[in-house]
């Protein structure tokens, strides 16, 4: 799904729901100050959140026109690994040259050892084993996604406010301690903050 009011529309075989446009809408309106550079997608169980970040994608390779250059790693619980790429797929489907973006990721040690383009959905039950300095050093350094989106967010938790106190297992999850190093450009060896990060879930948390 492009811009709406450029008449461009779906070419997949399920229509968007409103509230699925609505937000695709807003993730378009002009930016403000730096950019859209983060978003919470909060929406009920049911009402399409993959679906939705399916759509912001497939807006943004259109934009593009091209895949060079397009890296997002989509981290998920790792029961729901294979089923979120299936939806992904569905909307992303021949959106570049008839070609498949939307891959698994079996070993996330082994994530950025080949190629990055694409899509890339990822447990992030395996992604948070690897938040120590001693277990980096197992990952491939200079990996670089331009989007990062972290699915069931609610997971990445603190009893308390974290500001000013450095982040250990003891005050916040290990899942917290993931997501932040990951959008902080901190959790691989010569790595960067993404351009843009989404963040899903349906549950109330702080």
Same mark, same amino acid.
């Given at each position: 799904?492009?811009?709406?009011?450029?008449?461009?529309l779906?070419?997949?075989?399920?229509?968007?729901?409103?509230?699925?446009?609505?937000?695709?809408?807003?993730? @378009?309106?002009?930016?403000r100050?730096?950019? &859209? !550079?983060? $978003? %919470?997608? +909060?929406?009920?169980?049911?009402? /399409? @959140?993959t679906?939705e970040?399916?759509?912001? &994608? !497939?807006? $943004? %390779?259109? +934009?593009?026109?091209?895949?060079? /250059?397009?890296?997002?790693?989509?981290?998920?619980?790792?029961?729901?690994?294979?089923? +979120?790429?299936?939806?992904?797929?569905?909307?992303?489907?021949?959106?570049?040259?008839?070609?498949?973006?939307?891959?698994?990721?079996?070993?996330?040690?082994?994530?950025?050892?080949?190629?990055?383009?694409?899509?890339?959905?990822?447990?992030?039950?395996?992604?948070?084993?690897?938040?120590?300095?001693?277990?980096?050093?197992?990952?491939?350094?200079?990996?670089?996604?331009?989007?990062?989106?972290i699915?069931?967010?609610h997971?990445?938790?603190?009893?308390g406010?974290?500001?000013?106190?450095?982040?250990?297992?003891?005050?916040?999850?290990?899942?917290?301690?993931?997501?932040?190093?990951?959008?902080?450009?901190?959790?691989?060896?010569?790595?960067?903050?993404?351009?843009?990060?989404?963040?899903?879930?349906?549950?109330?948390?702080?």
């Amino acid at each position: 799904l492009a811009n709406l009011s450029s008449g461009r529309l779906s070419t997949t075989d399920k229509d968007p729901f409103p509230h699925q446009l609505a937000l695709l809408q807003y993730v @378009k309106k002009p930016p403000r100050h730096n950019g &859209l !550079r983060r $978003i %919470l997608i +909060a929406d009920e169980v049911g009402l /399409g @959140k993959t679906i939705e970040v399916g759509l912001i &994608l !497939r807006d $943004i %390779l259109l +934009a593009r026109g091209q895949l060079e /250059g397009f890296r997002c790693l989509y981290l998920t619980s790792g029961g729901l690994v294979d089923d +979120a790429a299936e939806k992904l797929r569905d909307v992303l489907s021949g959106i570049i040259d008839g070609n498949s973006l939307v891959d698994t990721v079996r070993s996330f040690r082994d994530y950025g050892s080949g190629n990055t383009l694409g899509v890339h959905v990822a447990s992030m039950h395996a992604a948070r084993l690897y938040v120590t300095d001693s277990r980096k050093k197992q990952l491939p350094p200079g990996i670089r996604p331009q989007i990062i989106i972290i699915d069931e967010c609610h997971h990445a938790a603190s009893d308390g406010d974290l500001a000013g106190v450095e982040v250990c297992r003891q005050v916040a999850t290990q899942t917290y301690m993931a997501a932040k190093q990951l959008l902080s450009g901190e959790f691989w060896v010569d790595s960067e903050a993404p351009q843009l990060a989404i963040l899903m879930s349906a549950t109330p948390f702080r």
